[in-house]
């Protein structure tokens, strides 16, 4: 089952290895899950680290280690591959990573983000960190 990290969970668990989002990313990333993240996801990481957190840093390179070998990078599918139900998303940030999971065949989406859901999909699951933890396949 390939479930696809938001880029807020990637954050959250990158600065609080702790939290509840940290332990429902431990469970993606373990069989019988495959846990993906999309390249824009990395990218926009990247940035609000060096926008809100530039002194936590060192974690975020301690963390991307660590990920990289636990996780399958998938590409954003361009722009001209737009869907139609990304119109519905009123953050326009979020349309390209909903374009990955739908053009990438994953089965779950893990996020934080309200826009998500509010989407009205039957194509994949959108669960917040806690109902992951709680997911049984």
Do not use: W
């Not at 660590?66 to 953050?91: A, G, W």
């Not at 983000?113 to 396949?137: G, M, N, Q, W």
């Amino acid at each position: 089952m390939k479930v696809l990290l938001d880029t807020n969970v990637l954050i959250s668990t990158a600065l609080f290895p702790n939290s509840v989002t940290a332990k429902a990313y431990e469970k993606c990333v373990t069989s019988p899950f495959v846990a993906t993240v999309c390249d824009y996801s990395i990218q926009e990481l990247i940035r609000v680290f060096n926008k809100k957190f530039p002194h936590k840093m060192d974690d975020l390179n301690r963390f991307l280690s660590k990920m990289i070998l636990s996780v399958q990078i998938i590409q954003t599918p361009p722009e001209d591959e737009k869907l139609e139900i990304e119109t519905s998303m009123r953050d326009f940030t979020d349309r390209p990573i909903l374009r990955a999971a739908i053009k990438n065949d994953i089965d779950i989406i893990l996020t934080g983000d309200k826009d998500f859901f509010a989407l009205e999909i039957t194509r994949l699951k959108i669960l917040a960190s806690a109902d992951f933890l709680d997911f049984k396949e």
